[in-house]
């Protein structure tokens, strides 16, 4: 089994910064893909940014300039440095983890961050 774990959200004000952060742990033989997706109130789930174990990287638009994805390999941790934040970021964020060998998909259970003043 595969344990994913988030942390760092909480309320910041309009233009301000946030880094999540999520451990992957576990059978992860086989890890590729980690990534953020976020969930806005009465929206669907979508993609926020992926990197691959190899550190090929996918931005939403929405995101692109503000945010960065990064991975630390060793620690089979993935982060989300987010800056210049807007109201419209303000979501529960899921960190999801891919194992290529498996083709299964493991969720953490969300961190909720709020842009507010």
């Known amino acids: 089994q595969v344990q994913v774990v988030e942390s760092g959200g909480g309320l910041v004000q309009p233009g301000g910064s946030l880094r999540l952060s999520c451990a992957a742990s576990?059978?992860?033989?086989?890890?590729?893909?980690m990534g953020w997706y976020r969930q806005a109130p009465g929206k669907q789930r979508q993609l926020v940014a992926i990197i691959t174990r190899g550190g090929m990287i996918n931005y939403a638009d929405s995101v692109k300039g503000r945010f960065t994805i990064s991975r630390d390999n060793a620690k089979n941790t993935v982060y989300l440095q987010m800056n210049s934040l807007k109201p419209e970021d303000t979501a529960v964020y899921y960190c999801y983890v891919r194992i290529a060998t498996t083709g299964m998909d493991f969720w953490g259970k969300g961190t909720l961050v709020t842009v507010s003043s």
């Open positions: 576990g059978s992860l033989a086989g890890i590729n893909g």
